[in-house]
């Protein structure tokens, strides 16, 4: 089992930044990749930034250049920076965990909210 617990979310004008965090506990050790999701009201769920064990990452287009994703595996946390936030980053955010059988953990999610 692996628990997730996000944090970091609130309220910022267009064009400021917010950090969020991911803290996971449990069987750290099965775990391969590291996600952020969000679900914007009235959307499907879409993957942000995703980061591997090794470190690679990869980013959704509509985020590239604006948002990083990092890890401290000391801390067992994932950050996401964002910046240069628009009101269609609007959304809930969800930390997801991918483990070595492919079954994935998720956080209850963090709420951003980006007033133009």
């Known amino acids: 089992q692996v628990q997730l617990v996000e944090s970091g979310g609130g309220l910022v004008q267009a064009g400021e930044s917010l950090s969020l965090s991911c803290a996971a506990s449990?069987?750290?050790?099965?775990?391969?990749?590291m996600n952020w999701y969000r679900q914007a009201p009235g959307k499907l769920r879409e993957l942000v930034a995703g980061?591997?064990?090794?470190?690679?990452?990869n980013y959704a287009d509509s985020v590239k250049g604006r948002f990083t994703i990092s890890r401290d595996n000391a801390k067992n946390t994932v950050y996401l920076q964002m910046n240069s936030l628009k009101p269609e980053d609007t959304a809930v955010y969800y930390c997801?965990?991918?483990?070595?059988?492919?079954?994935?953990?998720w956080g209850r999610g963090t709420q951003v909210t980006v007033s133009s």
């Open positions: 997801n965990a991918i483990n070595s059988w492919n079954f994935g953990y």
């Open positions: 980061i591997s064990v090794d470190g690679n990452t």
């Open positions: 449990g069987i750290i050790s099965s775990i391969t990749a």
